[in-house]
C-alpha cells in the first residue's frame, strides 16, 4: 500500500480524496495554484506544494510541476480526481515513467476511450449496444447529408474529441444540416484544436443512464449499479439518482452484465462508468469516462462502497475485496450539484462566501471545500459542493432532500440552491417522469 499520494486537483474533490487517504492511514500532499493557498485541500492536508499562478494551465495542468512536485515530497502515487488531467493518457504514461503509481486506468484504455469514434466502435465489438450513426468522421457536407440521410432525422453531430456538451448539434430537417455542421465544426476546434465530428441518431426523449464499475488486475469486474443523470443544461448534469426511476432490478442486472463482461475482455483497470442514453426499454452507449465521476457518491451511498478507497486499493495492486454477489443495493440516492452561479441564468458567481451552514441529521452528506470567509476564485469551475441524500425509498430521499436543501445556506454569492427547492416540488420530479431535455424546457417555461 502506498505511504504517501499526491492529490493532483482541488476544491470539493481534492478533500475528498484527502479524506479517504487518511481513513486509509496514507499521508497527503496538496497541490495548489496561489489563488489556492488558503483552499481547504490544502488546510487538511499533510503537505502542500504551490505549482504556479492562477490559470490552470498554469498550474493544475502543469505536468512538470506536478512530477516536481512529487519527487520533492517523495508522494509515491498521484490521484487526478475528475477534471483537468484525469484522461490524459500521455499524463498517466509520463507519471509511470517517473515511477509513480497513476491511481486511474492503464493509458491505452484513457486514449481509447478519449477518442469517441474508436470508443463507440471497440465498445460495439465488446457487446454494449450503441446509437446508429456513421460509423466515424464524417468529411464534405455531401457525405454528411448521404449519412443523414440513411440514418433518418433528426441527427446529433458530435465532436470526435468532444466532452461536455461543446461541439454538439443538432439538425431536425436537412435544411438544418449545414449550419449545425459548421457549428459544431467550429466549437470542436476552439475547444479541442480538432474539428472533426461525427454523427448519430438523434433520440426525442431518451434519459441518461450510466453503469459505474470497477476492475483489478486480476481481471475481476463489478458494477455498482446504474446512475440516473437525465436532468441536465447543455449537456451538463445538474441532479443524479441511483438507482433510476425508470429501470427495475432485472433491467439492472441484465445490463451491468453487458457492461462487466465487455471491460473483463477488454482487461479494464480501476474505476469506470459506461454512458447510455435509454429509450424504449433499449440502451444506447454515448460514451466511457476513465475517472472518477463527480456523482460517485450516490452509488456510494446505496452500496455501502468507498469508490475512493478501492481506486486507490487497485492501484497499489490489491484485487478487489468483493464480488458481484456480494454487492447489495439499498434504498435510493440523489445529489443536487450545489454551483456559484445564478439558479436560473447559470451565471458564474464568484466572490467572498459570507455565510455557511451545511444540513445534518440522517442520510444527509455535503461534498464541499468551502467555509465562510473563502472566496471562491474565478479561474475554475463553479461547482461549490454536492448535497448528497439517502433514504430507505425515493419518496423519502425526495422529502429527506426537499429538507436538507432548507437548511442548507451559503450567503454572499449566488447560487444553484433556489432551483433544486423548486425543483423537488415538481410533479414531474416527484413522479420520476422526466428525459435529458425535461430541465430546458422547464427553464424556458420560466423565462431562463
Known sequence: ??????????????????????????????????????????????????IGPPPAAQSYLNIPALISA???????????????????????????????????????HIRLMGDKIAAKQAVKDLGIPTVPGSGGAVGSDEEAARVAAEIGYPVLIKATAGGGGRGMKVANKPADLKLALTTARAEAKTAFANDAVYMEKYLQKPRHIEIQVLADASGRVVHLGE???????????????????????VQREEIGAVVTRALEKLGYLGAGTIEFLYEDGRFFFIEMNTRLQVEHPVSEAITGIDIVREQIRIASGLPLEIEQKDITFSGHAIECRINAENPFTFQPSPGLITQ????????????????????????????????????????????????????????????????????????????????IHWLEHYLAKKGA
Not at 80 to 92: D, I, K, M, V
Request: negative net charge.
Open 356 to 435: 455557511f451552514h451545511t444540513p445534518g441529521g440522517l442520510g444527509v452528506r455535503f461534498d464541499s471545500a468551502i467555509y465562510a470567509g473563502y472566496r471562491i476564485p474565478p479561474y475554475y469551475d463553479s461547482l461549490a459542493g454536492k448535497l448528497i441524500v439517502h433514504g430507505k425509498s425515493r419518496n423519502e430521499c425526495l422529502m429527506r432532500l426537499r429538507r436538507a436543501l432548507d437548511e442548507l445556506v451559503v450567503g454572499g454569492i449566488e447560487t444553484t440552491i433556489p432551483l433544486f427547492q423548486q425543483l423537488v416540488r415538481e410533479t414531474d420530479i416527484i413522479d420520476g417522469n422526466y428525459n
Open 1 to 50: 500500500m502506498f505511504e504517501k499520494i499526491l492529490i493532483a486537483n482541488r476544491g470539493e474533490i481534492a478533500l475528498r480524496i484527502n479524506r479517504a487517504c487518511k481513513e486509509m492511514g496514507i499521508a497527503t500532499v496538496a497541490v495548489h495554484s496561489t489563488a489556492d493557498a488558503d483552499a481547504m485541500h490544502v488546510r487538511l492536508a499533510d503537505e502542500s506544494v504551490c
Open 70 to 108: 512529487c519527487e520533492i515530497t517523495g508522494a509515491q502515487a498521484i490521484h487526478p480526481g475528475y477534471g483537468f488531467l484525469s484522461e490524459n493518457a500521455r499524463f498517466a504514461e509520463i507519471v509511470k515513467e517517473h515511477g509513480i503509481a497513476f491511481i486511474g486506468p492503464l493509458p491505452e
Open 227 to 249: 446512475r440516473d443523470c437525465s436532468l441536465q443544461r447543455r449537456h451538463q448534469k445538474v441532479w443524479e439518482e441511483a438507482g433510476s426511476p425508470a429501470l427495475n432490478a
